[in-house]
Nanobody, 122 residues
Framework: EVQLVESGGGLVQTGGSLTLSCAASGFRFDDYAIGWFRQAPGKEREGVSCIGLWDNSKHYGDSVKGRFSVSGDKAKKMVYLQMNSLKPEDTAVYYC???????????????WGQGTQVNVSS
């Protein structure tokens, strides 16, 4: 059974940092991409970052470039999202999903976890 579990969210002040984790199981980790998406109340799910685990290719949304960094640990089957210089507009529930290739279309991803809440206070 494919399972993705997000963790690491919390409350942080503007300018602070958080590291989110995505624990994966039930599929051949190295053959897929893991995407991070976020969803704020009343808004659509937005692509934040994506990593292709077979070649370590990394992609970032325009709103987070230069502030967020994605990485993967194949041995642990974990993907991390390091978030720096956080802004109130980063407040959302953050989800990870897996797909055959990186995409900004959330419909290409499956097995979303329960999400982890990130709140950035001004």
């Amino acid at each position: 059974e494919v399972q993705l579990v997000e963790s690491g969210g919390g409350l942080v002040q503007t300018g602070g940092s958080l590291t989110l984790s995505c624990a994966a199981s039930g599929f051949r980790f190295d053959d897929y991409a893991i995407g991070w998406f976020r969803q704020a109340p009343g808004k659509e799910r937005e692509g934040v970052s994506c990593i292709g685990l077979w070649d370590n290719s990394k992609h970032y949304g325009d709103s987070v470039k230069g502030r967020f960094s994605v990485s993967g640990d194949k041995a642990k089957k974990m993907v991390y999202l390091q978030m720096n210089s956080l802004k109130p507009e980063d407040t959302a529930v953050y989800y990870c999903g897996y797909a055959h290739v990186c995409s900004w279309d959330s419909r290409h991803f499956g097995s979303w976890g329960q999400g982890t809440q990130v709140n950035v206070s001004s």
